[in-house]
């Protein structure tokens, strides 16, 4: 069944009665999606779409909210499907679309309708004609709709978020309405609950876009600048103090806010939420994409987060606050440090090695927040994440300063909790129905001690330090790396949470990864440990121990990683042949065999004239057949070393003499005699002189021999026998 008969049924159905449409919605949104009805590679279905787009221009124009809603929905999903429906339809979708949120309409449509809109101008990008057509005409009157629907609290988030998303996209056409969009930025700064501060974050960032490129760094650190000076007015309020280790006059003045009692019953949790909102709000505004460079003012960040640090039980200000409003502030102080963590984290992500500086800064800061916080259990888990970060961007120099202490924290979070039964002694004496009863509901008669572990959120932030310290375990001190292993090990064979045992396998794995060369491995106890979890009834768990299996298996068996060599040459087709010529030298030379120009000397008895017999190999073409060779032969006895043929060589006679016989001459060879002279033969070598040439197209018979005797027995050298026949 084609696109375009699905998509006339759909028409006929359900978009033909407008009170069923926007309740039928979703299964035509699922029709649409699934089959790809409105895509344009179905040419077949022209005139179905324009019927498409007529039913919607219909709808649009409905009495009734609900069925505007619908198409307004329908039209959006239209423009994402569908290319050519968006090319054609666009500039009359945007005037109907500006003209319902020019009037009074229902929240649902006006949402919609803005999202829609803000889509139709997205889509424009890149094309010129429709930019010029629709984008610069209606964009500045869409702007100036946005900020008139943003008095509506419902509406503030989304229209926020179309004004962020117009400021960044098309910056130059949003700089007339930076002064209205600013007023109502720093409005929501004492209205957290009606913005989310990722949202005023994105705006905030958006806004610098319109002063162009060149101006866009001084924009940038002016708006975090009042922030974090907005950040400290609050603080002055909240502690009642000025920070004076940080230069105040430089300090640049932050936004002007409401102003708040002077009663700390109400003014408290005012400032608190008002802090933690220009936290939240600068995190996002570090994190947010620049359109260039930017230098971030770390100095003034950790100025302002260390200023909170300093605030803790026992700190000066006990001795000038009144006692219940220290008390007070005192339990406000978790909440404050939980968002100065999160503000912290985000100046780590976003000035990378700017921040090394700062590293045992940052050591002691987190120490003393771990041991002060033990029991409580967010911040705890928050410092936690924070040391795991700080371990993968500074190394092993920070982790020097802080492995100890976080380790010891870490193991005891991970180790069971163990209540023993307590013996209950009966004050007075209890007789009769009540006595029977209150040992009956009594739960402290339990003959057995209970065991329990911390939440799993701690132990999984837990399992995440040691996982990031590991990373250094060829460095560790030998104690502390076997704590770490022992209690893995140990809790894997416990039992754990689901979740729990694969953080669990995972510091396995870490541990095997990097070893310690005074400790002994722990590869054959993973070996097992991975081969039971294997069977596990959690498929993330079984993928955990697969991956652990196979990189036991590396180390146990190093294999070399593979290496692509180059084929063999194919061999040569035309034949080669190896003339073996003899040459009879008169002349005295001595000389050590040498496997270089393949010749052999040998030296002649003492008492006569020494002569050398010199053997050369010369490669020349193989020739065409000749008959057999003749042999001069001047003397009866012949003695000469003569090189083992190769066996897959034949010899075939040479041409360079002719013959002078008739006949082949009967091979009869007298054996050579040699003898032994300081455990060096020598050899009586008569004047020979004959050329043979060797070639591989003839075979070489094994059988037939020549023997050279000597005088003992043990000197013999075999040669195969030559075949010399055509």
Same mark, same amino acid.
């Given at each position: 069944?084609?696109?375009?008969?699905?998509?006339?049924?759909?028409?006929?159905?359900?978009?033909?009665?407008?009170?069923?449409?926007?309740?039928?919605?979703?299964?035509?949104?699922?029709?649409?999606?699934?089959?790809?009805?409105?895509?344009?590679?179905?040419?077949?279905?022209?005139?179905?779409?324009?019927?498409?787009?007529?039913?919607?221009?219909?709808?649009?124009?409905?009495?009734?909210?609900?069925?505007?809603?619908?198409?307004?929905?329908?039209?959006?999903?239209?423009?994402?499907?569908?290319?050519?429906?968006?090319?054609?339809?666009?500039?009359?979708?945007?005037?109907?679309?500006?003209?319902?949120?020019?009037?009074?309409?229902?929240?649902?449509?006006?949402?919609?309708?803005?999202?829609?809109?803000?889509?139709?101008?997205?889509?424009?990008?890149?094309?010129? #004609?429709?930019?010029?057509?629709?984008?610069?005409?209606?964009?500045?009157? %869409?702007?100036?709709?946005?900020?008139?629907?943003?008095?509506?609290?419902?509406?503030?988030?989304?229209? !926020?978020? *179309? /004004?962020?998303?117009?400021?960044?996209?098309?910056?130059?056409?949003?700089?007339?309405?930076?002064?209205?969009?600013?007023?109502?930025?720093?409005?929501?700064?004492?209205?957290?609950?009606?913005?989310?501060?990722?949202?005023?974050?994105?705006?905030?960032?958006?806004?610098?876009?319109?002063?162009?490129?060149?101006? !866009?760094?001084?924009?940038?650190?002016?708006?975090?600048?009042?922030?974090?000076?907005?950040?400290?007015?609050?603080? +002055?309020? /909240?502690?009642?103090?000025?920070?004076?280790?940080?230069?105040?006059?430089?300090?640049?003045?932050?936004?002007?806010?409401?102003?708040?009692?002077?009663?700390?019953?109400?003014?408290?949790?005012?400032?608190?939420?008002?802090?933690?909102?220009?936290?939240?709000?600068? *995190?996002?505004?570090? *994190?947010?994409?620049?359109?260039?460079?930017? +230098?971030?003012?770390?100095?003034?960040?950790?100025?302002?987060?260390?200023?909170?640090?300093?605030?803790?039980?026992?700190?000066?200000?006990?001795?000038?606050?009144?006692?219940?409003?220290?008390?007070? /502030?005192?339990?406000?102080?978790? *909440?404050?440090?939980?968002?100065?963590?999160?503000? /912290?984290?985000?100046?780590?992500?976003?000035?990378?090695?700017?921040?090394?500086?700062?590293?045992?800064?940052?050591?002691?800061?987190?120490?003393?927040?771990?041991?002060?916080?033990?029991?409580?259990?967010?911040?705890?888990?928050?410092?936690?994440?924070?040391?795991?970060?700080?371990?993968?961007?500074?190394?092993? =120099? %920070?982790?020097?300063?802080?492995?100890?202490?976080?380790?010891? &924290?870490?193991?005891?979070?991970?180790?069971?909790?163990?209540?023993?039964?307590?013996?209950?002694?009966?004050?007075?004496?209890?007789?009769?129905?009540?006595?029977?009863?209150? @040992?009956?509901?009594?739960?402290?008669?339990?003959?057995?001690?209970?065991?329990?572990?911390?939440?799993?959120?701690?132990?999984?932030?837990?399992?995440?330090?040691? @996982?990031?310290?590991?990373?250094?375990?060829?460095?560790?001190?030998? +104690?502390?790396?076997?704590?770490?292993?022992?209690?893995?090990?140990?809790?894997?064979?416990?039992?754990?949470?689901?979740?729990?045992?694969?953080?669990?396998?995972?510091?396995?794995?870490?541990?095997?990864?990097?070893?310690?060369?005074?400790? =002994?491995?722990?590869?054959?106890?993973?070996?097992?440990?991975?081969? =039971?979890?294997?069977?596990?009834?959690?498929? #993330?768990?079984?993928?955990?121990?697969? @991956?652990?299996? =196979?990189?036991?298996?590396?180390?146990?068996?190093?294999?070399?990683?593979?290496?692509?060599?180059?084929?063999?040459?194919?061999?040569?087709?035309?034949? #080669?042949?190896?003339?073996?010529?003899?040459?009879?030298?008169?002349?005295?030379?001595?000389?050590?065999?040498? &496997?270089?120009?393949?010749?052999?000397?040998?030296?002649?008895?003492?008492?006569?004239?020494?002569?050398?017999?010199?053997?050369?190999?010369?490669?020349?073409?193989?020739?065409?057949?000749?008959?057999?060779?003749?042999?001069?032969?001047?003397?009866?006895?012949?003695?000469?070393?003569?090189?083992?043929?190769?066996?897959?060589?034949?010899?075939?006679?040479?041409?360079?003499?002719?013959?002078?016989?008739?006949?082949?001459?009967?091979?009869?060879?007298?054996?050579?005699?040699?003898?032994?002279?300081?455990?060096?033969?020598?050899?009586?070598?008569? &004047?020979?002189?004959?050329?043979?040439?060797?070639?591989?197209?003839?075979?070489?018979?094994?059988?037939?021999?020549?023997? !050279?005797?000597?005088?003992?027995?043990?000197? #013999?050298?075999?040669?195969?026998?030559?075949?010399?026949?055509?």
């Amino acid at each position: 069944m084609t696109a375009a008969v699905q998509l006339t049924r759909i028409l006929a159905d359900y978009l033909s009665d407008e009170s069923r449409v926007s309740t039928v919605l979703p299964f035509i949104l699922e029709a649409i999606n699934n089959n790809d009805l409105l895509n344009d590679e179905n040419n077949d279905d022209q005139a179905v779409k324009r019927k498409w787009t007529v039913r919607l221009n219909a709808l649009l124009g409905s009495k009734q909210a609900a069925t505007r809603w619908a198409a307004i929905t329908l039209i959006k999903e239209t423009c994402v499907q569908s290319e050519s429906l968006f090319i054609n339809n666009v500039q009359s979708w945007t005037t109907q679309l500006l003209g319902i949120l020019g009037k009074p309409e229902t929240t649902m449509v006006t949402v919609i309708a803005i999202e829609t809109q803000s889509l139709l101008f997205e889509k424009t990008i890149g094309k010129s #004609e429709l930019h010029a057509e629709v984008t610069l005409k209606s964009l500045p009157r %869409f702007n100036q709709l946005l900020i008139q629907s943003s008095r509506n609290p419902e509406l503030m988030s989304v229209t !926020f978020t *179309a /004004l962020a998303k117009n400021t960044e996209l098309f910056p130059s056409m949003s700089r007339h309405i930076v002064d209205q969009t600013s007023k109502l930025y720093i409005s929501c700064l004492d209205n957290p609950d009606q913005v989310s501060p990722e949202i005023l974050g994105r705006c905030f960032a958006g806004s610098c876009r319109t002063g162009g490129k060149a101006n !866009f760094s001084t924009n940038w650190q002016d708006n975090l600048s009042r922030l974090i000076g907005s950040v400290h007015l609050a603080l +002055n309020q /909240l502690f009642d103090s000025v920070d004076e280790e940080d230069a105040v006059s430089s300090r640049v003045t932050g936004y002007s806010l409401a102003p708040v009692t002077n009663d700390y019953v109400d003014a408290f949790p005012t400032l608190l939420n008002r802090i933690r909102y220009l936290h939240d709000t600068i *995190a996002v505004y570090l *994190a947010t994409k620049t359109m260039a460079a930017v +230098n971030v003012p770390i100095a003034q960040l950790m100025t302002l987060c260390c200023r909170i640090y300093n605030v803790y039980n026992g700190c000066v200000m006990k001795e000038f606050k009144p006692k219940d409003e220290y008390t007070c /502030l005192m339990a406000c102080l978790p *909440a404050l440090h939980l968002s100065t963590n999160k503000l /912290l984290a985000s100046v780590l992500l976003s000035a990378d090695a700017g921040m090394a500086q700062y590293g045992k800064l940052l050591a002691r800061i987190l120490l003393r927040l771990l041991s002060e916080n033990s029991k409580k259990r967010a911040v705890k888990i928050s410092v936690y994440n924070l040391i795991s970060l700080c371990l993968r961007k500074f190394g092993y =120099a %920070f982790a020097d300063t802080i492995l100890k202490s976080t380790v010891i &924290s870490a193991i005891s979070d991970l180790k069971a909790i163990e209540s023993k039964k307590v013996d209950i002694v009966a004050t007075e004496k209890v007789t009769g129905k009540k006595r029977r009863a209150e @040992q009956i509901s009594s739960d402290a008669f339990s003959t057995t001690d209970s065991v329990s572990y911390q939440p799993c959120d701690i132990q999984l932030a837990a399992l995440e330090v040691l @996982q990031d310290a590991l990373s250094f375990g060829n460095a560790m001190d030998i +104690n502390l790396r076997c704590s770490i292993d022992t209690v893995i090990v140990s809790r894997i064979l416990q039992g754990a949470d689901a979740i729990v045992k694969c953080y669990l396998y995972k510091c396995l794995m870490s541990s095997i990864t990097s070893p310690n060369i005074n400790q =002994a491995t722990l590869l054959p106890h993973a070996v097992r440990i991975f081969g =039971a979890g294997l069977n596990d009834e959690t498929h #993330e768990l079984r993928v955990i121990c697969t @991956q652990g299996l =196979a990189i036991c298996d590396l180390c146990m068996h190093t294999r070399m990683p593979p290496i692509q060599r180059a084929a063999p040459p194919a061999p040569s087709v035309v034949p #080669e042949t190896v003339q073996v010529e003899k040459i009879v030298d008169q002349s005295p030379v001595r000389s050590p065999v040498t &496997s270089q120009s393949n010749a052999i000397y040998a030296p002649d008895d003492g008492g006569e004239e020494e002569k050398d017999v010199i053997m050369e190999f010369i490669k020349t073409p193989s020739p065409a057949k000749t008959p057999s060779p003749v042999i001069e032969q001047t003397q009866p006895a012949i003695s000469t070393a003569v090189p083992t043929v190769e066996p897959d060589l034949t010899i075939k006679p040479a041409t360079t003499t002719e013959p002078t016989l008739t006949t082949e001459p009967s091979r009869t060879t007298e054996p050579a005699t040699f003898t032994k002279v300081s455990s060096e033969a020598q050899f009586s070598t008569p &004047s020979v002189s004959f050329t043979e040439t060797v070639t591989k197209e003839q075979t070489v018979k094994p059988s037939n021999r020549i023997i !050279f005797s000597s005088d003992s027995e043990d000197d #013999e050298f075999e040669m195969p026998e030559i075949n010399t026949d055509d």
